[in-house]
């Protein structure tokens, strides 16, 4: 490999890449750092030196250091003394937070491998940083590999951060060291690192959706007549509604996901309407706050006057799959939890990667991956639907992966595909995935970073192109840390994680429901729909239906069968909606003490109770308790509850 990186820099093999047994993606990458005019006799990169530089740097970046916080404290004490340190880079490929063996660390103070050292090919030449943000996929550099010979006394595995919003490269995550720590495998350890840095960001920007929308919400309920556009707090469109005249909708820098300006926390109003492009019309623009900083930003556009102006349809209409009797599935849904998980749900299909579907039971996963599948660019696409929990244990591997003849006893002659090879250039969807035998998962793993499978019994590699869609009524993360399921595979499996709200967190949407399964059943039983009686209606609406929408359309389904005449009253209503919960109508974690007991006394205890279950998460008690955070805000200060 010296041979060749003497020869190369010396232009006598340039002509003639494959005279020397370079890898392709290095010989490109040489070819790009002779083209940028990188010195190969450099002696270290360069480094941002002022302080107050570097320290503004690490703030702008603050969320991913945060992200990749859990990830850094789980391997230090593993490299402590392994010959090696573990980098977290920017977009740009500056180093801004380092962990690993102390003598490495100072070593690589010499080459300016260190917090500030600036590591991307224009700056150093070929190296796993620069090279893996260049070429936006995981890769490792070995020794005489790297273009500058300063460098060649190292190796380095990299592995680019991807946004889990737009799929933006972020950062890289690298492990470095001497050569003699070189292993292939030291790219699936950085692989494993990125994917958990970009699950922990999902989860932050999940958040910060929540609190922006619902922070919209609070302070414009009724500004639905023009179309309106919420920008993150780096000034991407994170949620678009009522953009529905052909003025707006052939604008792809109207799309989700784009950047529409360069957002930040000291933007007027003024400013963000300056900042905006001059075509844009605005009937107005609201700064959105939370926790007393900018989080985010509403504008409101101005329509074409001619096109009408409604508040926009609550209803996914996914249209019946190719040679399929079906009907058309619809998801309803206008809460903004809904509304944000099915921007998601759009936003993972057309980025192509794995989705994880968590949800209680009935609440409309496999609504979702429908959804997910309706997106893909072909219209025949295979859909192929894997139960984990109803395969037994010594079979879901032959369904799955397949088998050839004689694999095991009861194998089909002749062999069979697997659900990997039914569902190639479509969607594979996987129910009960935490119910998956965890011997099996590996397997798993393997076919998902692979694209390929084996079928059980055979050597022959098969490639597969599958979206995999997994569902889950259970709390995977608290299976991970039990050992019941790999942590690599979650890791994997959530690029995208899409939380499908349970119907009492959406009471908004059962007027919605009730009117649509009132309407489809009345149409399928050719009879008038369902008069609901006010009592009804607001009995309904105060109801937690445990068994979410799926309890909904059964209760309208035997009403249609029950009822002879068209009025619903309360004794038609099955008992348990009149049940109180846990015998007392409040939730079942509360101790109520027997003396002394008021509506005040109950309702702040409720709200200390949930703090204490919530570990002071007011974002999730907010959840629990069915109130927004500023009357969550409000009731904690009227009770004069300490605030965590």
């Known amino acids: 490999m010296r041979e060749a990186w003497e020869s190369y820099v010396a232009g006598q093999s340039r002509a003639r890449p494959d005279a020397y047994p370079v890898r392709d993606e290095i010989v490109q990458s040489w070819q790009r750092s002779l083209n940028m005019g990188v010195d190969a ?4 990169s360069r480094k941002i030196e002022a302080e107050e530089d570097l320290y503004q740097l690490r703030r702008r970046n603050l969320s991913l250091r945060r992200a990749a916080r859990s990830a850094l404290a789980r391997l230090e004490p593993h490299l402590a003394d392994a010959r090696a340190v573990l980098l977290l880079t920017d977009k740009d490929g500056v180093i801004i937070d380092a962990i690993g063996d102390p003598s490495v660390l100072d070593e690589g103070q010499n080459i300016h491998l260190e917090v500030g050292g600036i590591w991307n090919e224009d700056a150093i030449g070929t190296n796993g940083i620069g090279t893996a943000l260049k070429t936006g996929k995981p890769t490792y550099v070995h020794a005489a590999e790297h273009y500058c010979q300063s460098v060649q006394a190292w190796t380095c595995a990299g592995a680019p951060i991807f946004d889990p919003f737009d799929r933006s490269i972020i950062g890289v995550v690298d492990l470095s060291g001497p050569p003699r720590i070189f292993r292939r495998h030291n790219v699936a350890l950085v692989m494993a690192a990125a994917r958990e840095i970009e699950i922990a960001l999902a989860e932050q920007q999940h958040q910060e959706r929540t609190l922006l929308l619902e922070a919209f919400l609070n302070s414009s309920n009724d500004r639905w007549s023009s179309g309106v556009l919420l920008l993150d707090k780096m000034g991407r469109i994170l949620f678009r509604r009522g953009l529905d005249d052909k003025g707006y909708q052939a604008r792809p820098e109207l799309a989700v996901g784009k950047r529409l300006l360069p957002l930040n926390a000291g933007m007027t109003e003024y400013d963000i309407r300056a900042a905006l492009p001059r075509e844009l019309e605005m009937d107005g623009i609201e700064r959105l706050e939370f926790g007393g900083r900018m989080r985010g930003a509403a504008l409101f556009l101005k329509h074409n006057r001619d096109a009408p102006l409604t508040r926009p349809e609550a209803a996914v209409r996914i249209k019946p799959r190719a040679n399929i009797d079906e009907e058309e599935v619809v998801i309803i849904g206008a809460a903004p939890k809904m509304l944000e998980a099915l921007e998601l749900a759009k936003r993972a299909a057309a980025a192509d990667v794995t989705v994880l579907i968590q949800g209680e039971t009935g609440v409309g996963k496999e609504q979702f991956a429908r959804l997910v599948h309706s997106r893909l660019p072909r219209s025949d696409a295979p859909y192929v639907t894997v139960n984990c929990a109803a395969i037994s244990k010594d079979l879901i591997g032959a369904e799955l992966f ?52 084996y079928r059980i019994g055979d050597s022959e590699r098969r490639s597969v192109d599958v979206q995999l869609v997994a569902m889950t009524n259970r709390n995977l993360r608290n ?17 995208v994680v899409i939380d499908v709200p349970p119907l009492r967190e959406r009471a908004v949407d059962i007027p919605l429901l009730l009117r649509h399964f009132n309407e489809g059943f009345a ?9 609901f009686s006010p009592e009804v209606l607001e009995r309904l609406g105060a109801y937690r239906w445990p068994g979410n929408v799926r309890e909904l359309r059964n209760m309208m389904e035997r009403l249609f069968l029950l009822k002879t005449d068209t009025k619903v009253h309360a004794s038609d209503l099955p008992e348990e909606i009149f049940e109180p919960v846990d015998g007392l109508g409040l939730v079942p974690w509360m101790d109520i003490p027997d003396t002394g007991t008021s509506l005040e006394s109950v309702e702040a205890m409720t709200i200390r109770c949930a703090m204490q279950v919530e570990n002071g998460n007011l974002t999730r008690v907010a959840e629990k308790l069915g109130i927004s955070r500023p009357t969550l805000y409000r009731k904690i200060k009227q009770y004069d509850i300490p605030r965590p």
């Open 479 to 495: 299976d991970v840390e039990a050992g019941r399921f790999r942590r690599d595979l979650f890791y994997r499996i959530g690029i």
């Open 523 to 531: 149409k399928r039983f050719a009879r008038e729909p369902l008069d």
């Open 41 to 44: 006799a450099k002696q270290h």
């Open 402 to 453: 397949g088998h050839v003849e004689g694999a095991f006893t009861g194998a089909v002659r002749g062999g069979k595909p697997g659900k990997f090879e039914q569902a190639d250039g479509g969607v594979l969807c996987l129910d009960e995935i935490g119910d998956m035998p965890i011997e099996l998962q590996p397997y798993l793993l393997r076919a998902l970073e692979q694209r390929a499978v």
